[in-house]
């Protein structure tokens, strides 16, 4: 029940409050629409199931939030099995209810990223690999692979997860045996199928999400204190603020107890599972001076609520009081997101990403093309945001051709625009003159025609200032060559 309620609140809420869809959204769906086995900041899975989920209803936000409310719903889930079977079945769902204290888990949860898909492949790998470890069943080891491949085409992030597990694999005692099974080396066998059609992506492509990553996650221009010391610690202290409401349920429970020496080798694996990733990040961080980004964390804590269940339970439980705790944060979260979404633009005197006019851009875009030329809009030349937008919410869903770059966007490229023509969509500063195309794209299209800036009003009933967008049309070839 706790799962339908938390699905159904953080679909319903979203889709209330947000006239668009979020950045994440509308970044997937432009690469999604092209169905890549990779694309230039990510691994293709979260695009592929964003665009899946829209394709359930075109133009409509609901999918896209059920989607990311299914991977929290599913992860919650995996933890309960797992919490089964090293605990009795109620403090398995005290361990489940504890992770609605994570920040991660609901507030952030409704814009569907490369974040978000991890939430449930790293609790099936986890489930999948403590279950093969204790049953030693060859399902399980295949499963395990499938889910750890399927969380590295999610994100590489992956890694730091599938790195101590493998290490648990040799040096924890009681597991070192199971290398002379036929297990690890199925799960081996498995994940390599699953990330071969990738891994061959990667390399055609010079491993442009590899490079993506390691230049946002590098900033040479800091000092030296500041990148092996205050990025790990800054990414360490957002976690620790994350988890703060979780701790709060969890000392509503009572006075927490440490346990005895009964369920040591599921502590010791717990520790692995979810301190362990963690520990890896800040080190990896501190000695490459790589920045993290805060929402990295997402998937670090979702067996947080078992460890402390079965490291610190108390002995006497309040469940009276946890149940008060829990009700009024699972409520709190909605009602905060929904306040912050609808007042923000009011209070700060901008509107955010949800407030954006995505629909009335590509409704202006799609007519001046149809006004011109006809059939739809076969493609739009722009940033991930604003072409993005065109094309999530064009009733054709034209291919975006990213800043018209080939490099970013492999599946168009400049013969094929010049063959079908495009729609080209770009920011204007409010007090710009005239509605120069963005450099170079005058020489590379010849039959290009910039049209009147569009003036867009936010989303939004707060006094904001209009947003200026400029807009061009490159004739397609048949059309071209009439001029």
């Known amino acids: 029940m706790a799962l339908a309620l938390h699905a159904a609140l953080w679909t319903l809420i979203p889709s209330l409050v947000n006239p668009n869809l979020p950045l994440d959204v509308i970044e997937g769906l432009a690469w999604g629409h092209a169905w890549q086995w990779g694309y230039d900041k990510h691994p293709p899975l979260s695009p592929w199931l964003v665009e899946l989920a829209y394709m359930a209803a075109p133009g409509q936000a609901w999918p896209v939030y059920l989607l990311s409310a299914l991977c929290v719903t599913l992860a919650f889930w995996a933890v309960w099995r797992l919490a089964l079977d090293m605990v009795a079945p109620r403090v398995a769902l005290i361990a489940v209810l504890l992770l609605e204290g994570i920040y991660y888990h609901n507030f952030t949860s409704p814009e569907f990223n490369a974040n978000v898909v991890l939430l449930p492949l790293w609790a099936l790998t986890v489930l999948c690999f403590w279950r093969a470890l204790s049953r030693g069943n060859l399902v399980f080891w295949g499963l395990f692979g499938l889910f750890g491949a399927l969380g590295l085409l999610g994100k590489y992030f992956t890694a730091f997860l599938i790195l101590p597990l493998g290490l648990y694999l040799l040096f924890d005692r009681d597991s070192r045996a199971i290398w002379r099974t036929p297990g690890p080396y199925l799960a081996m066998v498995v994940a390599l199928a699953v990330l071969s059609p990738h891994l061959a992506w990667m390399w055609t492509h010079e491993f442009q999400t ?8 590098g900033a040479l221009s800091e000092s030296v204190f500041v990148r092996h010391l205050g990025y790990p610690g800054k990414f360490l202290l957002a976690q620790l603020v994350a988890s703060v409401p979780m701790l709060l349920l969890f000392a509503a429970l009572g006075r927490p107890t440490q346990a005895g020496p009964g369920l040591a080798r599921e502590r010791r694996f717990l520790i692995v599972a979810s301190i362990a990733p963690l520990v890896l990040v800040i080190l990896v961080s ?8 805060s929402m990295w964390g997402t998937p670090l804590f979702l067996f947080s609520g078992l460890l402390a269940v079965v490291s610190f339970l108390p002995s006497r439980l309040n469940l009276r009081r946890f149940a008060a705790a829990w009700w009024g944060l699972f409520l709190l979260a909605p009602a905060l997101y929904a306040a912050l979404a609808l007042a923000q633009p009011y209070l700060a005197g901008k509107g955010k990403r949800v407030h954006f006019p995505g ?3 590509a409704r202006e875009a799609e007519a001046a093309w149809n006004a011109r030329f006809t059939g739809p809009l076969p493609i739009v030349i722009g940033s ?6 065109v094309g999530a919410y064009a ?9 018209g770059d080939p490099a970013r966007a492999p599946w168009v490229g400049d013969s094929q625009v010049r063959e079908e023509g495009a729609a080209i969509v770009w920011e204007l500063a409010p007090n710009a003159k005239g509605n120069r195309p963005p450099a170079g794209l005058a020489d590379r299209f010849s ?10 009003s936010w989303d939004t009933g707060a006094a904001l200032p209009t947003l200026r967008i400029g807009l061009a049309l490159i004739a397609p070839a048949a059309a071209c060559s009439k001029t």
Do not use: D, H, K, M
């Open 210 to 217: 590899v490079t993506y990553a390691l230049a946002r996650s």
């Open 286 to 293: 501190a000695l490459f001076g790589l920045r993290l980004r």
């Open 359 to 361: 629909t009335a851009l």
């Open 384 to 389: 991930e945001w604003l072409a993005g937008n």
């Open 395 to 403: 009733s054709g869903r034209p291919q975006v051709y990213i800043e």
């Open 447 to 456: 039959c290009l025609e910039p049209l009147p800036p569009l003036g867009l």
